[in-house]
Structures are given as C-alpha cells and as structure tokens.
C-alpha cells in the first residue's frame, strides 16, 4: 500500500496552459498530409485544415502551437510562403529528407490553422540564416495594424487585420543547426534580433524566448544569460521571457535510438529513466536562472520534448515517423508531472510533434487517423491547464532493473478554478497494480470519478485496430470521509476529479 498526502489548501504555482503547449515542424508527415492537405483534398478539410485532426486537437485544448521549426525555422525564409500558391517557391527541405517543400503552408496558413486549434501562436524566428530586417519584416507582416509596406502586402494576401503572435523565438538550437554558435555570439545576436521584434500590439506584447540549452550543456545557459541577461531587461526594448530547453529521450543513445515498439523489459526502465532525467534538467537550469533572474521573469520553455526512435521501418528516415505504445504513454505522464510540479519556473513545453512526428498525438495514413496512448495522456491531463497546483506527496517504493530504477509511481495535483480537485497518477510498473491510499487535506471530498488508460508496456494503436489503447472510466475509487482508497492497474495512467 502507496500512502499519498494531498493538501488541496495549499496552492503551490499556477499551471500555465502553455505546459500542454505542442510543436508542428515542417518535417516529414507532420504538416503537410498530417494536418494540411490542401482544400482540394479527398480528405474533409476546412480551408485545407484536416477536419478529423482539428477536431481531435480541439478534444484536447491545444494551447499554443510552436512553428514553423525546429531546424526548419533557422533556414526558412517566410516571404517564400505568402502570396498566390501556385507563384511560390518550390524548393528542396535539404534539413528532412529531402522532399520538396511546395510552401503551400506559410504564415496564412498557420494562423488559420491555430484559429481553429483555438489555441495561441508561437512562431519560431530565423536567426541562423536570416537578417535581422526580414526577422523585422515578419514581425511587422503579421502584428501591426497601421500603414506600412508591409502591412500593404499582408492585405493584399487577403489579410486585413493584424494576428496576435503570443510568443516568438529568437532562433532554434543556435549552438546546433541554427548555426553551429558558441553562447556568447549567440547572445550578442539576441539582443540585436529581439530588439527588432516590436510589440506593436501594446496590449498584447509579445513573449520572446531565447535559444536555450541541449540537455546538460549548463555553460550554455550561464554564458548565454550573463551576455544578455541583466542589460537587456533594463532596455527599452528587448526583454527575455523565456530561455528554451531541448531534451528527447534516446532509449539505445543517439546513434541507435532503437526501436519504438520492439524493446525488453530494461529498455522500458531506461526510457522511463531518461524520461524522468528531464527532472534533473529543469532543477539545474532553473537554478543558473534563479542566480540571474530570482524573480521568475523569465520562464523555462521547453519547447522540444518527447521520445525519440528509430523510424518505422521502410519509412524516410528524415521523416521521423515513429510508432507510439503505453511506454510513452508513461513518458508523457511523468514528465507532466514533473512539469506541473516545478510550474514555478516551467512556463510552457511543446511535445515534439504534434501529428506524424517522434512522439506525435495523432498519426495519419492517407484519410485514416489514429489517436496514440501519448494523445489520451493529453486528454486525461488536460484538467490541469491553469489550475493551482497544491501540494502532494508519497513514498513510492523503487522498480526497475539494475541500473535503470525509479519510483513506482509518480503524480501531481491541482485544484482548479471552480474548485474541483483534479489528480493524476501513473503506474509506471509494467506487471503489478498498486494499491494507494489517498489523504486528502483542506476539503471536503464530496464525489469522485475518475478515468483510465492502461495496457501491456506494447500496447499500441494502429489503423487497422486504433481503439486497442483508450481511456476507459474508473470507478474503483472509493471515498471514506477525506480517503480515497483505490488499487491502480499495472502500467497506466489515472485521472481523478474529486468535488
Ligand atoms: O524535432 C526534430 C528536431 O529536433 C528539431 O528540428 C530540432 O530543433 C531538434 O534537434
């Protein structure tokens, strides 16, 4: 029996909805077939917008969506995607297999996409191959409301009104393919680049994130914020609200990857292993950032995360299309909680991708859709988005093998606005369920219900079976004043409302 304390009166940090943030690359499947097909398509689509993975998106409240890259954003160049389709530039996608890249989704077409999402925009800048007057243009093309050459142009494409960019990033893995920088150069071209992405929008500034680190690279994040930390925030313009981290877990290591349905029972710990490394990664640059910014202004915005393998076989290895079983499913779940539980610092993460891509939500083949089991994670923790968390512990005992251990189970609460306490919980022991006695401190438990989602370690869905892995109700949680006594089945994820 797993004793878990939650104190519901005991509110911790805000849950920023942007934490359930996603990532939309042009990469492979993951725009074009996956969520755009154009509106000549077979395949029902609104504006050329899949129908069927909009809806599903929506079922789970995209807040925001990260674009056009990833490696992608530092080599693209946005006037080649605005203007008449059929006079845009076709081109090589030298970065991902080396496709052609027909710029039929651009800037137009990504705002429509995130108005159906109903979700925020979050555009990525080009610093590693672009100018600072085209990061400018951009700028300008999409958020200025007055008279410029540039607002004539956006008008003449058919767009009258200005959009609203939430946030935009000032580059992507510069210390990488975003142009191979050491951090001081690096952040020398921040501070140039960010002063000329103008919040024209004075009610609606825009949030700039600068390029963070790969991993444990912590030279970068001190390097980096003692260039431009302290005088940029004084300066009229230019102020950092947010300083990226990547991290994708590598079951074999980056060369091997290995694969994402076949593994044994220690490659399944690794992963969970690597998984919860994100932990560690978080503590240790949220504490270089603690030093210069002890304030919190400026947020941990890990926008890249999720599982990394080797691709499907017989597909383009530059598409990175991967398969999806409950093992991500527990990735997900406890980095989500680990997110939620260091909410303080963790402003906004974005899956690594949202559709056809490394850990996506959705897969497509042709007109079929399938959800994975990372998508019902998204679903059961989707009551977290701008909730309080609260305080919440337990002792769970360690599982694995050999080397790779790790607590059993792993958790986080909230309480959100209407008062509803919401909890989840995953078990990440692949063969045992685990009986759990819950304490619930400062409310009263009036009802409970719960949902879901388990299955063997494998288990996956696929278009010819995509409902093997769903969420399902839980009724086994029953509540004797303020307990909560309830037995979690071996490899799942739980979601609890408590009224
Ligand atoms: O998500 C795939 C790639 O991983 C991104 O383009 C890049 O930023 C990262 O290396």
Redesign the pocket.
Known sequence: MTNYIIDAGKPVATIHREIYGH?A?H?GRGIYQGIYVGEGSPIPNENGMRRDVVEALRAIRVPVLRWP?????DEYHWMDGIGPKESRKRMINT??GGVVEDNSFGTHEFFELCSQLGCMAYVNGNVGSGTVQEMSEWVEYMTFDGVSPMTALRARNGQEKPWRVDYFGVG??NW???GNMNPEFYANLYRRYQTYVRDYDKAHPIRRICCGANVDDYEWTEQVLSTCYRRTQKAQHGFMDGLSL?Y?VHPEGWEIKGSATEFDTETFYKTLCKARYMEELIEKHGAILDRYDPDGHVGLIVD?WGT?YTVEPGTNPGF?YQQNTMRDALVAALTLDIFNKHAKRVRMANL??MVN??QSVLLTEGEKMIKTPTYHVFDLYQAHQDAQLVESHMEADAIGTGEWTLPRLTESASVAADGTLHITLSNLDPEHACPIETEIRGRAVRKVTGRVLHGEMHAKNTFDAPEQVAVTPFTDAAAEGNRLRFTMPACSVLSLRVE
């Open positions: 990532f690359e990469l890259g990833g490696c992608f954003a970065h991902w992507n893995e990488g393919c975003g990547h994708y890249e990394w990175l690594a991708q891509v490394l």
